[in-house]
């Protein structure tokens, strides 16, 4: 491109940005408050505006082609319905993450990696003002009295939030995307993440109501396993989930959903996980699915898990199952009551009987690395025992993605007595050791 078409390129961009703002400023100054107007459904909303910004657009003296018409709507409605620059990463299902780390700096993650995207908004308050939209919609607010905030979009996607003075370079926004359509087991098969084996096992211990933890890193994809684990849950029963933004999305037709509430501007009215997991059992669930345990919370849980709610099913952040007993023996101190190690441990091993361990692998896939049984205590000491593991030891392709896969280790589950007492039976042939080739 020659340097007189990218001057001409520069003034045409700098042309519609004039545009634009003209425009935008006069929308706002027309529509007002009706703008914000909870009587108008999204459609009746989306409709006044665009015909409002053809009508702008008409008055306007600088000559427009169709085309650039239709790009000004297209940013101007989305700025004002939706989230500016972002919308079109909201709606494009490839997306699976979208991190902003200033108004001028946005990147996205697609298939597990990382790209910068060189959009970026207007300014630092319109990037503000999308904030206050997301989080404004929840009943949450983000301020100087209270600098962070985790909220949700509509969609179920997961929104976290921090503005000055604890985010340094501006306002800061990361969000979650979720599938419009929950992943099934048989997605989860053809990505990889686990084999079939693994999946008909998994269906046996949800049916057989034995307790899960979903453990893994940031970004493990431990929200999609726990909406794949829920799914096994029959119909019949009564589900009951709390979490700290609603994301779960549960297809059974008996679901009560419970979301935590953070204090008001006086500092009251707040609703911890841990308020939620004791009301909850006083709401006669079958299954209570806990999204994250992180805090006191996770004695409540267990002590549910001891008392006759079998299956139940959550997560929790850890690097590995040995790694998960530490953390939730830790934060079941934060409940404040004397309860010695060795009595924590006990608690934990007659409570949940697997853990299911995914890490997001440098490839960017998400995979499960480790489906590991509680076995029991010998001593102090909580013994596992790994039913699947998965085999680094295949390698990388020459594209860089990893080769190996979840093998069985040969070892049983203790509790398949459990299971068959229900009328559960698994296939022995699950948990065959594969043979290795030739070398």
């Known amino acids: 491109m020659s340097l007189a078409d990218r001057l001409a390129k520069a003034q045409q961009r700098d042309r519609i940005s004039d545009v634009r703002t003209r ?21 009746e909303l989306e409709g006044l505006v665009h015909q409002r910004l053809r009508e702008l657009l008409d008055e306007e003296e600088s000559p427009l082609s169709a085309q650039e018409k239709l790009l000004i709507v297209r940013q101007i409605g989305d700025s004002v ?3 500016g620059p972002l919308e079109p990463y909201v709606r494009d299902p490839e997306v699976t993450e979208i991190m902003v780390n200033n108004w001028d700096t946005i990147y996205v993650e697609r298939a597990g990696k990382l790209y910068w995207t060189g959009t970026k908004f207007h300014d630092e308050g319109q990037l503000r003002r999308t904030i206050d939209k997301i989080v404004g ?6 301020d100087e009295a209270s600098p962070y ?7 179920g996607s997961r929104v976290n939030a921090v503005i000055p003075p604890l985010a340094i ?14 992943y099934q087991s048989d997605d989860l098969v053809e990505f990889g993440t686990m084999t079939s084996q693994v999946s008909k096992f998994l269906e046996a211990c949800v049916r057989g109501r034995i307790n899960i933890m979903v453990s893994g890193g940031t970004g493990a994809g431990k929200t999609s396993t726990l909406n794949v684990l829920s799914s096994f849950i029959p119909d019949d029963e009564r589900i009951v989930t709390v979490e700290d933004a609603a994301e779960l999305k549960l ?9 935590s509430r953070p204090p008001n501007i006086e500092g009251k009215g707040q609703v911890t996980i841990r308020d939620l997991v004791r009301n909850c059992l006083r709401m006669r669930p079958d299954r209570i699915v806990v999204g994250e345990v992180r805090g006191a919370e996770a004695l409540d849980m267990l002590q549910a898990m001891n008392t006759g709610h079998d299956g139940s099913i959550s997560t929790i952040h850890s690097n590995s199952p040995r790694d998960s007993l530490a953390r939730l023996e830790t934060i079941t101190m934060m409940a404040g009551m004397e309860i010695s190690s060795k009595a924590i441990r006990e608690q934990v091993a007659s409570a949940i009987q697997l853990i299911v361990h995914q890490q997001r692998l440098k490839d960017g896939t998400r995979r499960f690395t480790h489906v590991t049984e509680l076995a ?6 909580i013994t596992l025992q790994d039913i699947f593991l998965f085999d680094f030891s295949e390698g990388i392709d020459d594209n860089g993605r990893f080769k190996g896969r979840l093998k069985a280790t040969g070892l049983r589950p203790k509790f398949l007595d459990k299971l068959a007492e ?18």
Do not use: W
């Open 137 to 142: 919609k929840v009943g949450r607010r983000v």
């Open 23 to 43: 425009v935008q400023e006069r929308l706002v100054e027309v529509l007002g408050p009706r703008l914000y107007d909870s009587t108008l459904s999204d459609t």
């Open 422 to 439: 229900q009328g559960i039976n698994v296939d022995a042939s699950l948990f065959a050791l594969e043979k290795r080739g030739p070398s």
């Open 169 to 182: 370079d501006g306002p800061c926004l990361t969000i979650r995307k979720f599938a419009a359509d929950p």
């Open 376 to 381: 029991g205590m010998e001593g102090e000491t």
């Open 81 to 83: 319905l939706g989230l």
């Open 149 to 155: 905030v985790d909220a949700r979009l509509p969609d």
């Open 251 to 259: 297809q059974q037709p008996h679901v009560v959903r419970l979301e």
